[in-house]
């Protein structure tokens, strides 16, 4: 879901989006590279054609009514900047280089750590690689996006991403769009249901964003979840254990789930062969509150519990900050497709 000014504007999905406010499906025809040259709608009515040079820049188009271009990536045209914005990273067009280096750099010196895609455009993409999914819970607007977790978090997916070293996050909204639709988030195997069929959708992207230019896999998934979200993730990475497992890949490449303040835990069971940690706090007034139906309890079949005694810390993600520490470090890569212990 996109939101503008706290406003749900539109439905983006891998072959295009829907947009709200007139309920209309539109459709993206993409060249070998996943570049956006063509908008339709349901009908096979162009809405919108887009030309680029070899590194990603606009040279050409007909009308302008979608942001998502090169690589099917946004543009930020804001204050005439022009950067396609790939989550861990902003990338310029006009100059063929990214804005920060690369995370893998000290794996090619023979490299520019701005270089986009080797300076190789034509054969290479260079989607993110490393990827943390944060699963929110209950919101008032900022699901599926870093404010949840940052802004009114303090900082918390920022200290994630630091501690395991892992710049590049998708944001999920885990409660089915928020206090909106609160009678069916009550329901903690609604929100698994919901996330299954999510995750169906999201696994090819998600495989796509750990591989590189070379389609050699390179990195694990993290998946970090709060309140309601923990529910939400378990069928979330059902589907994506589902997807690993049609093709032929390591169910490892999944490297664990980590609940905070998990809602309603008494009625989740981990995902078999996932690994799975449970973060609560004894003075959480909302995961702990039988009158809500979530009495306090243990996740069935988790891994690790971990439990705070402080008095003044409770149930909002910013509460859990100083458990960051006691995430799993990342412990695994891929080296040449293969899960490989870090020495």
Known sequence: MIYEDGTAKCLLTEEGYVS????EYHYYLKDHQG????????????????????????FASEENVQPYKYNGKELDTKKGLNWYDYGARRYDAALGRWHKIDPMTEKYYSVSPYAYCSSNPV????????????????????????????KNGGGFATAVMKHLNDYNAMYIDGSIGGVGQL????????RRTFGRNQGFLDAPVILRKIKNSKGELI?????ITHSMGAAYA???????????IDNNLPLSLIEFEADFAPFQPTEQEAVKGIKTFQFTNMND???NNKWLKSPFGIIQGVEKVTIGIEENKKHTIKDF???VFKLPEGKYEVIDGKIVPIN
Request: charged share 20%; aromatic share 14%; net charge negative.
């Open 285 to 287: 007034d909302i995961a």
């Open 35 to 58: 570049n956006n040259r063509v908008l339709v709608n349901k009908n096979g009515g162009v809405e919108e054609i887009n030309h680029y040079y070899p590194f990603g820049g606009v």
């Open 20 to 23: 709200l406010d007139g309920r």
């Open 123 to 150: 054969n290479a993409i260079d989607y993110q690689g490393k990827l943390v999914i944060f699963i929110n819970g209950m919101h008032w607007g900022d699901g599926k996006s870093n404010r949840y977790w940052d």
């Open 321 to 323: 900050y100083n458990m």
């Open 183 to 190: 009678p069916y988030n009550l329901d903690a195997n609604l």
């Open 234 to 244: 378990k069928g979330y990475i059902e589907a994506l254990k589902q997807f690993l």
């Open 219 to 223: 990195e694990t998934i993290k998946i």
